[in-house]
């Protein structure tokens, strides 16, 4: 590989892949918007927060290009002499789509058919993320007991478990439509194209507020001093997935180009309620942070935990970051990077 694109490469998980490639020596655009939708909601200092990554990666020689994937000629055209597509450019929040559904379904509908469009124009291998999300929240019915005692026997979930069940909001449909359309252009154009189901990604450079990013806000306003919400009863189970690892599977999926969906998640050995992410925290702090709690929202999911043996099996990939290691990281930036916050 000589060169990649990566859309939405100023974004938190974004700015990991171009710099995961960058330091390999391959030649990176990070292909950005610049929206700040989501910092305008945090009450983070939105200007110096935006322009983070952006002034990271230049700074690491990636090619910094504003621009949308709604748009694609533009798109089309830089994706031209790319060896790879990595799709993260999206509207990542439930709470937005319920807001703004227009801006939901042409960012993760139209902008994932650009991408997928360019890939088969190129004849270019193309990775997208999707979201464990699409699976519903039907799950929280089915595994109410598997919530409260998933420690004795943990339930992870393949990628052939139904999707589109329960309560649904317009970021379900958008994600939804955009991991089908991978499967699409898989059986209809023999694109080498994969959508990775994604949960719990954190990490460094990630500027998580209420609305995306729970294991960032947490730690952010743990170390800002600032009270954080829960929706719901903090017993909710996730299993989380440092970014590193994520860029791993990217990687794995390129050298090895096995077509399909794949549930990318740290799987039962990173699985953790919300409460024991606020001990964890605790621990590193060396402080509690102060807890509101707050009733669920509309479409939240409570209990995900990936079953990954698929990636396991076609890529050869697993995840090795463990949450202690993964969240002190986090920490450590945040300290140094008060300022972004209003610090």
Not at 44 to 54: C, G, L
Not at 77 to 92: E, F, K, R
Not at 143 to 172: F, M, N, S
Request: charged share 25%; net charge neutral; aromatic share 10%.
């Amino acid at each position: 590989m000589k060169k990649v694109l990566v859309t939405g490469g100023c974004g938190f998980l974004g700015s990991h892949v171009c710099e995961f490639y960058r330091r390999k020596g391959i030649d990176v655009i990070a292909y950005d918007n610049m929206t700040k939708t989501e910092l305008m909601r945090t009450g983070f200092a939105v200007e110096s927060a935006r322009n983070y990554n952006s002034d990271f990666l230049k700074g690491i020689g990636v090619s910094v290009v504003k621009a949308d994937v709604r748009n694609y000629e533009e798109l089309l055209d830089h994706a031209s002499g790319c060896d790879y597509i990595v799709h993260t450019a999206a509207q990542p929040a439930m709470t937005i789509s319920w807001e703004d559904p227009r801006l939901d379904i042409t960012t993760n509908v139209m902008g994932t058919f650009n991408v997928l469009e360019a890939a088969r124009q190129h004849n270019i291998p193309v990775a997208c993320c999707a979201t464990i999300h699409i699976y519903g929240n039907k799950i929280n019915e089915r595994l109410t007991e598997a919530a409260t005692r998933y420690e004795k026997k943990p339930v992870a979930i393949p990628e052939t478990h139904p999707t589109l069940e329960g309560t649904l909001t317009p970021l379900h449909a958008s994600k939804a439509a955009g991991d089908t359309y991978v499967r699409v252009y898989i059986d209809t154009y023999k694109v080498a194209a994969a959508s990775f189901r994604l949960t719990g990604i954190y990490g460094p450079r990630q500027l998580g507020g209420e609305d995306h990013g729970w294991v960032a806000n947490f730690a952010i306003r743990s170390v800002m001093g600032w009270p954080l919400t829960i929706f719901g009863t903090g017993k909710q189970v996730r299993d989380i997935i440092y970014a590193s690892d994520i860029c791993e599977a990217f990687d794995a999926f390129y050298r090895r180009k096995v077509p399909g969906v794949y549930n990318i998640g740290g799987g039962p050995g990173t699985m953790l309620s919300l409460l024991e992410c606020i001990d964890i925290i605790e621990q590193i702090n060396g402080k509690r942070p102060e807890v509101r709690f707050e009733p669920d929202r509309h479409g939240d999911l409570r209990y995900f935990v990936c079953n990954i043996t698929k990636a396991r099996r076609a890529l050869g990939w697993k995840p090795t970051v463990k949450p202690r290691q993964g969240i002190e990281e986090l920490i450590v930036w945040i300290q140094d990077n008060k300022h972004l916050f209003g610090g």
